[in-house]
């Protein structure tokens, strides 16, 4: 009998299981270390520069409307720190896509019970790093003007109003798109037949992602959700049916 799908929290939540425990605390490890640094490195960045980033996008009100400023200041904040996510997760997720892309294959042989891919070596895992970073710019390639336009709207008076909200959506979607795009790499799903997958997954995919989301917006914390998100993927992937619906690129 097939295991049941599981709600969004929990593909997350077995997915920080399946990383911490000891047949996958290897492959953890690298991407684990490189992420912490790039993070540190980051942060330290962004705090010196976050008051000045608030103040490009807070609108300019005339003296009579000044009272707003006070009530607008936690939404342009909460627009810079997704602004700032996403940067860093983008930026996180580029440089750790060949050991996500191993990770995920080495929870879905957990998962499965057996093992269909290559046996580890690092021939295998250097000749993943052209496939997986040109899927990470084919990820960028989908972000960007959709960023770009929200980015846009961010610089609108009144209409940036909406602005964050729908960042979070987006945010929220993108997670989806970026974690589970691990394991359907994996198996050369083509990027539109994914998406498309995804689509008919709508409520899971955002369920899945906006967990993600949470978890990985806390500093330091989001180091280790990272390749427990990638696992949480891959049991979605496994418990969701995604090797049902395989199209090879062409």
Do not use: C
């Not at 969004?8 to 000891?22: D, F, M, R």
């Not at 997986?132 to 209409?159: D, H, N, Q």
């Not at 709508?202 to 369920?207: D, E, M, V, Y």
């Amino acid at each position: 009998m097939p295991a049941p799908a599981l709600s969004g929290p929990q593909y997350l939540g077995e997915g920080l299981k399946l990383v911490l425990s000891p047949g996958l605390r290897l492959f953890v490890l690298l991407p684990l270390t490189v992420n912490l640094l790039l993070f540190a490195a980051l942060i330290g960045f962004a705090v010196q520069e976050f008051s000045g980033w608030v103040d490009a996008f807070m609108p300019s009100l005339p003296e009579w409307l000044s009272f707003l400023q006070y009530l607008l200041w936690p939404l342009f904040v909460l627009l810079v720190l997704v602004l700032v996510f996403f940067s860093f997760t983008m930026l996180a997720n580029i440089i750790a896509a060949p050991f996500n892309g191993f990770l995920a294959e080495k929870v879905e042989v957990v998962v499965r019970g057996k093992d269909e891919f290559p046996a580890f070596s690092w021939a295998e895992l250097m000749a993943m790093i052209p496939r997986t970073l040109g899927r990470e710019l084919r990820k960028l390639a989908y972000f960007l003007p959709r960023a770009g336009a929200l980015l846009i709207l961010s610089f609108i008076p009144v209409v940036n109003l909406v602005a964050a909200p729908l960042w979070i959506v987006f945010g929220v979607w993108m997670m989806a798109v970026q974690y589970i795009d691990y394991p359907a790499d994996n198996h050369k799903l083509g990027w539109n037949e994914m998406l498309a997958w995804l689509r008919e997954k709508r409520w899971q995919s955002l369920g899945f992602g906006g967990i993600t989301y949470l978890a990985l917006m806390i500093p330091f914390v989001n180091i280790l959700m990272m390749p427990a998100a990638v696992a949480g993927a891959t049991l979605f992937w496994v418990r969701e049916g995604g090797d049902r619906h395989l199209v090879p690129e062409a």
